[in-house]
Structure formats: C-alpha cells, structure tokens
C-alpha cells in the first residue's frame, strides 16, 4: 500500500530499526553537517534531528540513503538493485493522473504578507563547512508548469536563503524547470512565472522528482505509477500551481526571467566545493504548512566508506531507471548501472552482442540522449554475464578484454556538465566523451578462424554446490 505522508513512511523506516532519533539539542552550524556524514559514511540509518538550537522545527535526513529506502519507498523490502530497476520501469509504464482535493494537510497554517518568514519555519542549517549560507534547497521540490501545453514539472533545484523571504533557485536550462522559464519570458515578458517547493512529502513523489522522465505527462502521474494509486493535490494559495496536499511545507513564489543574484558556494554530490555563481531567485510570497512541521533535507556529497549520498542516490538512480529503460529498447541490451560513486559521469552496460559494432551503437545511443547524454561523459559495454553492479567485474573485464587502441572511442567538444572538475571553470559544460567495448572480441576471433577462451567458472557446478550448501557445515 502507498504511504500517504512522508510521516507514515518515517514511522515504517524507525519499525525496522532504518531511522534513528536524535534527542540531544543540535546546533545547526555544524552538527547536523558533522552527524549526517558520519551516517552516510556508515550506510545510515536516517536520522530525525527532534531540537534544533535556536528553532522549533525538527530536522529529518537520509528518508531514501540507501536502496533498501529507495526499495521500502515503493513498498519492497529488498537490497537488490536489479529487481527494483525491472519493478521501476514495470511501473512507469502505467502513469496514474493525480487527483485534486479541495484541502489537505499542508493548509493547516496559511501565512502571507509579513508572516510568510523563511526563518521562522526553516532552521538554519549549513551542510558543508564552505557554504555561502544556509540551503533549504537540498531537498526542495519545485513545481512549474510549460506555459505552452499546460503540464506540471517537478524537480529538485539548489535554493539558498537570502532574506527572509527570498532564495537563490539553480534552476538550469537543460532541466524542464529551467525550459519552463525560457519559454515563460517569451510568452510573457516582463513578467515573473509563478512557482511552488514543497517540502517533505510521501517518498514517491519525491523519487518521481529526481528522475528523468518525458513530458508529458507529469511527475504526478510518475509519482502515481510508482505509488500504485492517484497522488492527491491540492491548488495553491497565490496561484494554479498543484502541489502535493500530504506535504510537510509549500513555499509559493514567483522567479522573473534574467534577474541573477550571486549563490554559493556549495558542496556538490561529485565530492567538491562549488564556487559561487550568479542563478534565478525566488521571491517568497506565501508560506503553508502541516501543523508541527518537519523539515526535510539532504547533505550533498559525494559516496565514502559503505555508504551512499541521498541526493545523488535520487537523482543518478533516476538517471539509471531513465537509461534503462531506454536501452532496454535496443536488441541484447541485459542490464544497465549508472554507479552512484561516479558523480553520473559512468554509466557500465551489459550486452548480448548480436553484430559488429554492436557496442559502439549503445555508446551512441547514450549520448545523444536529450536528458541525460550531456552527463555521461564514460560508456563502458561489458558481456551479458558481467555484473554490472560489481567494480571487481567490470574492471576484470576491462583488464582482460580491453586493447587500447581498438576498443576505447573518444569523442571530443560534446555537451558536458557544469560540475565535472576535471575541466578548469571557463571550460566547462564540454567535455570529451569516452567509450570502452570491454566485450569479448568475438568477431576478430571468427575472422581468424578461431574460438574465444571459455571461462571457467563453472555455473552448474557452482548451482549443485549451493543447492546442498548445508550439508558442508560452513558459516559464512
């Protein structure tokens, strides 16, 4: 069954031991930063930080850290990545329109005018050390809607609080958000596009918001198809924005195409401090929410130790369920892992080979993706029986089926991302795409008149062995 708060998920998660309590008051300068990152070096649990020095508002962290939050998100209690990639894009398949509801949760306090603080419901805290403030936006999902056909996006955009009733919003061009106001200054010049953030609400909405999907129709139809059942909103207050009516907090606002200010810096999920830039704001102009909010966030950063980053573990899962499906269209393609530890910069493809070639045609295919082909800067094609979600085998492949000179593709002056560190800052946003065909060379094989080397590891050995392993006596 779907859960229909980001509470009743909460309680789900702290039932199974996957959520702890913080008791102890905590200064929101550095100790939630300090705690967090322990955490996701550890693997988790998520963390309810319930005193916040100086505020009233309760802080919550890590709702989907691991995959088996991802997993228990769409009601499976499962750690394998495989399985919930196939339920994923199962899903999807099948969006379920949302439904509108006169009232919900998030209009139990309506405050305007002078009223509608950013201080008062958000506790200042600051993620990384090197921070230019204190980010709301970390786990903040903006609502827009395409001026032209009528459909809602929703997104997870960088928003870092100014004033009390204005942010920074990184909204960029390639996100629908950002092609939303691009459009909007067209359409209407001069004047500024509405937009809603709510904040802490039922998990699939929230796994909706960090994927990649085509519009339309929505993430709210998205969010349907994760959850199983119709996702219920609720019309704003200032505008005909709909947003989630279970959410802990709804900002409203409006953002005036080519106003910039200065943001940041920031620490990023590939493991670096981002430098300030100039970005869009958003101007405050109502506040909803819940009765006894929590606040929902996330610390940035890049995986370390056993552990994941909760704002990549959304979005490159997102990109990975998007790939997927994608190539799942193309003949042979077995399995696709975009590893969270690689900043969405790798993306690591099994494939049955049907014809010469075949490998650099998934390379292709990758890259001129509209939504994600300007991320993945490295395509790495491996055999059907490669895992791909295993380093060991990939790089096995890699060491023992790789000739330089024959399988490793480079494209230069491609689309690139903003962050990618290995450019310096005035060069960024290219970047020199490169493909590895770690697969078998079979066809130079055949065009010798020869076989390629059996493997032995020996699989059905392998299964009689583990059909009786009790009969061994050995723990492992």
């Given at each position: 069954?779907?859960?229909?708060?980001l509470?009743?998920?909460?309680?789900?998660?702290e039932?199974?031991?996957?959520?702890?309590?913080?008791k102890?008051?905590?200064?929101?300068?550095?100790?939630?930063?300090?705690?967090?990152?322990?955490?996701q070096?550890?693997?988790?649990?998520a963390?309810?930080?319930?005193?916040?020095k100086?505020?009233k508002?309760?802080?919550?962290?890590g709702?989907?850290?691991?995959?088996?939050h991802?997993?228990?998100?769409?009601?499976?209690?499962?750690?394998?990545?495989?399985?919930?990639?196939?339920?994923?894009?199962?899903?999807?398949?099948?969006p379920?329109?949302?439904?509108?509801?006169?009232?919900?949760?998030?209009k139990e306090n309506?405050?305007?005018?002078?009223?509608?603080?950013?201080?008062?419901?958000?506790?200042?805290?600051?993620?990384?050390k090197g921070?230019?403030?204190?980010?709301?936006?970390t786990?903040?999902?903006?609502?827009?809607?395409?001026?032209?056909?009528g459909?809602?996006?929703?997104?997870?955009?960088?928003?870092?609080?100014?004033?009390?009733?204005?942010?920074?919003?990184?909204?960029?061009a390639?996100?629908?958000?950002?092609?939303?106001?691009q459009?909007w200054?067209r359409?209407?010049?001069?004047?500024?596009?509405?937009?809603?953030v709510?904040?802490?609400?039922?998990?699939?909405?929230?796994?909706?918001?960090?994927?990649?999907f085509h519009h339309?129709?929505?993430?709210?139809?998205?969010?349907?198809?994760?959850?199983?059942?119709?996702?219920e909103?609720?019309?704003?207050?200032?505008?005909?924005?709909e947003v989630p009516?279970?959410s802990?907090?709804?900002?409203?606002?409006?953002?005036?195409?080519?106003?910039?200010?200065?943001?940041?810096?920031?620490?990023?999920?590939?493991?670096?401090?981002?430098?300030a830039?100039?970005?869009?704001?958003?101007?405050?102009?109502?506040?909803?929410?819940?009765?006894?909010?929590?606040?929902?966030?996330?610390?940035?950063s890049?995986?370390?130790?056993?552990?994941?980053?909760?704002?990549?573990?959304?979005?490159?899962?997102?990109?990975e369920y998007?790939?997927y499906?994608?190539?799942?269209?193309?003949n042979?393609?077995?399995d696709?892992?975009?590893p969270i530890?690689c900043?969405?910069f790798?993306?690591?493809?099994s494939?049955?080979?049907?014809?010469?070639?075949?490998?650099?045609?998934?390379?292709?295919?990758?890259?001129?993706?509209?939504t994600?082909?300007?991320?993945?800067?490295?395509v790495?094609?491996?055999?059907?029986?490669?895992?791909?979600?295993?380093?060991?085998?990939?790089e096995?492949?890699?060491?023992?089926l790789?000739q330089?000179?024959r399988?490793?593709?480079?494209?230069?002056?491609?689309?690139?991302?903003?962050?990618?560190?290995?450019?310096p800052?005035s060069?960024?946003y290219?970047?020199?795409k490169?493909?590895?065909?770690?697969t078998?060379?079979?066809?130079?094989?055949?065009?010798?008149?020869?076989?390629?080397?059996?493997?032995?590891?020996?699989?059905?050995?392998?299964?009689?062995?583990?059909?009786?392993?009790?009969?061994?006596?050995?723990?492992?």
């Amino acid at each position: 069954m779907p859960y229909k708060d980001l509470r009743e998920f909460m309680a789900l998660l702290e039932k199974k031991r996957l959520l702890a309590r913080v008791k102890a008051e905590v200064d929101p300068a550095w100790e939630i930063n300090g705690v967090t990152r322990k955490l996701q070096v550890e693997g988790g649990p998520a963390v309810l930080f319930e005193k916040v020095k100086g505020h009233k508002v309760p802080v919550v962290c890590g709702i989907i850290g691991t995959p088996r939050h991802l997993a228990l998100a769409l009601d499976m209690d499962t750690e394998d990545e495989r399985q919930i990639t196939d339920e994923w894009a199962k899903r999807i398949d099948h969006p379920i329109p949302p439904r509108l509801v006169k009232a919900g949760p998030c209009k139990e306090n309506v405050l305007t005018g002078d009223k509608a603080d950013l201080n008062v419901i958000f506790p200042p805290v600051i993620w990384h050390k090197g921070d230019g403030g204190p980010y709301i936006g970390t786990l903040g999902l903006q609502v827009t809607r395409d001026p032209e056909t009528g459909c809602q996006n929703t997104g997870i955009y960088r928003m870092m609080v100014r004033t009390k009733n204005e942010t920074s919003l990184l909204m960029p061009a390639f996100q629908h958000g950002g092609q939303h106001l691009q459009k909007w200054a067209r359409i209407y010049p001069g004047k500024p596009m509405p937009i809603a953030v709510a904040i802490g609400t039922e998990p699939c909405y929230l796994l909706a918001a960090g994927a990649k999907f085509h519009h339309p129709p929505a993430e709210d139809d998205y969010a349907g198809a994760l959850r199983g059942e119709p996702l219920e909103l609720v019309k704003c207050e200032t505008c005909d924005l709909e947003v989630p009516a279970t959410s802990e907090i709804i900002l409203e606002g409006e953002v005036y195409p080519g106003e910039l200010k200065p943001c940041g810096p920031f620490g990023e999920y590939t493991g670096f401090l981002g430098g300030a830039q100039d970005f869009n704001v958003f101007h405050l102009k109502a506040i909803t929410h819940r009765n006894n909010p929590i606040f929902q966030g996330a610390r940035v950063s890049a995986p370390k130790g056993k552990g994941w980053d909760e704002s990549a573990l959304l979005w490159i899962k997102g990109e990975e369920y998007h790939l997927y499906k994608e190539l799942k269209k193309v003949n042979g393609v077995v399995d696709v892992c975009v590893p969270i530890w690689c900043s969405g910069f790798h993306a690591v493809v099994s494939l049955r080979t049907l014809k010469q070639g075949h490998p650099f045609q998934i390379m292709q295919k990758v890259w001129a993706d509209d939504t994600i082909g300007s991320i993945v800067k490295h395509v790495i094609v491996v055999d059907e029986d490669v895992d791909v979600r295993n380093p060991q085998e990939v790089e096995w492949a890699m060491a023992n089926l790789v000739q330089g000179d024959r399988d490793i593709y480079i494209a230069s002056r491609c689309p690139g991302e903003g962050l990618d560190s290995s450019m310096p800052y005035s060069k960024r946003y290219w970047s020199a795409k490169v493909g590895i065909d770690a697969t078998m060379p079979v066809y130079d094989y055949q065009a010798e008149g020869t076989e390629p080397p059996p493997q032995c590891n020996d699989p059905d050995m392998v299964a009689r062995v583990e059909a009786q392993w009790q009969k061994y006596g050995i723990k492992l």
